[in-house]
């Protein structure tokens, strides 16, 4: 009997306003994919369900998720099989700062080390993942689930994950745009100001504390960031206003997800009126949103 491999990995939400490529939090919202072995058939056949269908990568070695299948197998010495069919349903929405590249990634890694014997423990995924990601605030929640919270020493990644409880709700919206990492990391100055570096430090530092505490009503003073935000809300029309809104309509506090364009906003109530009210402001400005009511994904990637 064939036997189908099936990996879920969740979205995941980078630099949570001052945590710059180093927090990351898991969310709810959940990327499938399934690999079939077929033996006999000489090529991975790549099919694409929702969201990107119609634009990813329909060839298995151009494929990011096939990809990171072939970078397993040659870190580990194995082969791969031959033939197979590789399924990916996607809920996640491509290039909107919501972590799909690291979904492809690591559902691409879980199911690259359960074709070659599982022998991988979750740091040697993660470490493996960064390198082919590049950022671990993205890759490392989406591994080990929760508030992750990473740094790099000596070319590894090590990660603190801390489960956060569903009284805190993520709203996300993603408009219509696509926003590349790559060009929003070249909207960042090449060098900042002390002052803004000290300003960076007591901020994530106040708010990983007020999320481990559960302070909630102290999340906007944690989110405050002089180190991309600023930089990068001019490439998301009327993201300034978007996050006014949110905050109007009962958030706790709200900032870029990822690189962008989605905006997140956290809140414990009135989740369906600040989703509404982003949505319409990006409306107003001629701009399609779409939105989901989100909590924190605590388990992270796995082969279910
Ligand atoms: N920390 C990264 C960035 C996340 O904001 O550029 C995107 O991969």
């Given at each position: 009997m064939t036997k189908t491999?099936?990996?879920?990995?969740?979205?995941?939400?980078?630099?949570?306003?001052?945590?710059?490529?180093?927090?990351?939090?898991a969310l709810t919202l959940y990327n499938d994919i399934y690999f079939t072995e077929e033996p006999g058939k000489d090529t991975i056949t790549v099919e694409i369900e929702g969201l990107g269908a119609n634009k990813l990568p329909k060839v298995f070695d151009e494929n990011m998720v096939g990809q990171a299948m072939k970078a397993v197998a040659v870190k580990k010495r194995q082969a791969l099989p031959k033939g197979g069919t590789l399924k990916l349903v996607n809920a996640i929405p491509p290039a909107r700062g919501l972590g799909s590249s690291s979904a492809a990634l690591v559902g691409g890694i879980l199911l690259g080390d359960a074709l070659t014997g599982s022998t991988m423990s979750r740091d040697e995924m993660l470490s493996l993942a960064t390198v082919l990601e590049g950022h671990p605030d993205n890759v490392a929640p989406a591994i080990y689930g929760g508030l992750a919270v990473s740094v790099m020493v000596d070319g590894k990644t090590l990660t603190n994950s801390i489960p956060l409880d569903d009284e805190l709700s993520f709203v996300t919206v993603s408009p219509e745009i696509e926003i590349s990492t790559e060009e929003a990391r070249k909207a960042l100055p090449k060098?900042?100001?002390?002052?803004?570096?000290?300003?960076?430090?007591?901020?994530?530092?106040?708010?990983?504390?007020?999320?481990?505490?559960?302070?909630?009503?102290?999340?906007?003073?944690?989110?405050?960031?002089?180190?991309?935000?600023?930089?990068?809300?001019?490439?998301?029309?009327?993201?300034?206003l978007v996050l006014k809104k949110a905050v109007e309509a009962g958030a706790l506090g709200a900032t870029i997800s990822g690189s962008g364009s989605t905006l997140i906003a956290f809140a414990t109530g009135n989740e369906a009126a600040i989703m509404e009210a982003m949505i319409n402001c990006f409306n107003d400005h001629g701009i399609e949103a779409t939105g989901h009511v989100l909590k924190c994904s605590n388990e992270g990637a796995k082969l279910i």
């Open positions: 491999l099936h990996a879920q990995i969740p979205a995941t939400s980078a630099n949570v306003g001052s945590g710059f490529d180093a927090v990351g939090i060098t900042i100001d002390y002052q803004n570096a000290v300003f960076n430090v007591s901020r994530v530092s106040f708010l990983v504390s007020s999320l481990f505490t559960k302070q909630y009503d102290r999340i906007a003073y944690g989110l405050q960031d002089k180190l991309h935000v600023p930089y990068r809300l001019s490439l998301i029309p009327s993201g300034d």
